[in-house]
């Protein structure tokens, strides 16, 4: 190292922290204590912690050590000397449920989930070759669903759709057009649209027979008649089908980097789409040369979920395996070969992490 360059043996130690660091904090907001401490507004005793959020005093205490060593949570001491915790209103803006779609603390449960599900097989990966199945991954994509819910619920209907299009995609949404979510797993995007748009018709469509029996389940708690979900392979649709031709809006949240056959998938997108049909793709904010990633604030992060999950579910049977850091210029690439000869890449209101693609056939 040169210069004033900090040693390589004091970042290994620090990544060392940080992944520790990582996996305790995921514990911490699975239980609910930063709600917790957020919702106490002062400094408080682990006993006052542990009868509020139910839990084992043991526990709780050896996590605030974590906590405390990690500058997340302070530690002060009153008259009577008794430690007590406090987590900072800066730290609960970015750490509690509350913080809505700025709502940082809900990755830190990732990595771990990942790692439970799918450390050996990853590795195995690295002496073969071979992907790792959807099914392996229960736990992350029940989290992800959740993900998805708090995301969506803050940010699809009055936010997101109305940047579509110049609006123009709400207006027809409330007249009434027939719209299709792809890989749309457990319905939650396509639930609060149908909720939201009563006089339009919608279609989810994923491969996982679980993850429809959910959204199915739902929708008709939900009391929802206008909606519908259908098991399919995303890749088989460019050729005719019962569905051609009969959409004028789909919808793919972070489902095309996943697909064994990327290429053909949004090739029957295209086949599904009206003569005049639209089409948002959204999908990681990244560049395709990883030397572009280097600056990216949580490209490592990302990497990492890419790793886990994203490239080696991509690589089932032969699969492109993409991974989610496939980059805006070879999707733009892929969406152009896909047939879309129209299409514009923007920004996506209160969502730092994915880029719009937007696509007229």
């Known amino acids: 190292m040169q210069g004033d360059a900090k040693p390589f043996q004091d970042k290994i130690v620090e990544i060392l922290n940080h992944g520790s660091l990582n996996l305790a904090m995921g514990l911490g907001y699975r239980a609910g204590l930063f709600d917790i401490m957020d919702a106490k507004?002062?400094?408080?005793?682990?006993?006052?912690?542990?009868?509020?959020?139910?839990?084992?005093?043991?526990y709780v205490q050896e996590w605030l050590g974590v906590m405390v060593c990690g500058e997340i949570v302070a530690l002060v001491r009153d008259d009577?000397?008794?430690?007590?915790?406090?987590?900072?209103?800066?730290?609960?803006?970015?750490?509690?449920?509350?913080?809505?779609?700025?709502?940082?603390?809900?990755?830190?449960?990732?990595?771990?989930?990942?790692?439970?599900?799918a450390m050996e097989s990853v590795f195995q990966g690295f002496l073969t070759g071979a992907g790792v199945p959807y099914e392996?991954?229960?736990?992350?994509h029940d989290f992800m669903a959740?993900?998805?819910?708090?995301?969506?619920?803050?940010?699809l209907v009055n936010t997101f759709l109305p940047s579509v299009d110049e609006g123009s995609i709400v207006q027809a949404l409330h007249r009434g057009i027939h719209v299709c979510d792809l890989g749309c797993a457990q319905g939650v995007a396509i639930l609060l649209m149908a909720q939201a748009f009563p006089a339009s018709r919608f279609t989810g469509i994923d491969i996982s027979v679980d993850a429809l029996e959910t959204a199915r389940a739902d929708a008709h708690e939900m009391g929802l008649?206008?909606?519908?979900?259908?098991?399919?392979?995303?890749?088989?649709?460019?050729?005719?089908?019962?569905?051609?031709?009969?959409?004028?809006?789909?919808?793919?949240?972070?489902?095309?980097?996943?697909?064994?056959?990327?290429?053909?998938?949004?090739?029957?997108i295209h086949e599904l789409l009206k003569p005049d049909g639209?089409?948002?793709?959204?999908?990681?904010?990244?560049?395709s040369d990883m030397e572009g990633n280097r600056n990216h604030p949580m490209g490592a992060f990302l990497y990492t979920v890419s790793l886990m999950h994203c490239m080696p579910v991509g690589l089932v049977d032969g699969g492109a395996g993409?991974?989610?850091?496939?980059?805006?210029?070879?999707?733009?690439?892929?969406?152009?070969?896909?047939?879309?000869?129209?299409?514009?890449?923007?920004t996506i209101p209160n969502d730092p992490f994915n880029l719009h693609f937007f696509c007229r056939k």
């Open 322 to 346: 993409l991974g989610m850091m496939w980059g805006r210029q070879l999707a733009e690439k892929m969406l152009a070969k896909a047939g879309f000869g129209r299409v514009s890449v923007t």
């Open 80 to 117: 009577d000397g008794q430690p007590r915790f406090l987590l900072p209103k800066a730290h609960g803006d970015v750490l509690a449920r509350r913080a809505g779609s700025g709502n940082l603390g809900v990755y830190t449960q990732e990595i771990p989930l990942l790692t439970a599900c």
């Open 136 to 140: 392996q991954y229960p736990a992350f």
């Open 41 to 58: 507004a002062r400094p408080c005793t682990v006993e006052e912690i542990c009868k509020a959020a139910g839990l084992n005093r043991r």
């Open 146 to 155: 959740q993900l998805g819910d708090a995301k969506h619920r803050q940010v």
């Open 278 to 287: 639209a089409f948002s793709m959204i999908d990681i904010a990244a560049e």
């Open 225 to 268: 008649t206008n909606v519908c979900f259908e098991q399919r392979d995303a890749a088989e649709l460019y050729h005719p089908n019962s569905l051609s031709a009969r959409f004028d809006y789909i919808t793919a949240f972070d489902a095309i980097h996943d697909q064994t056959r990327p290429l053909e998938a949004l090739r029957g």
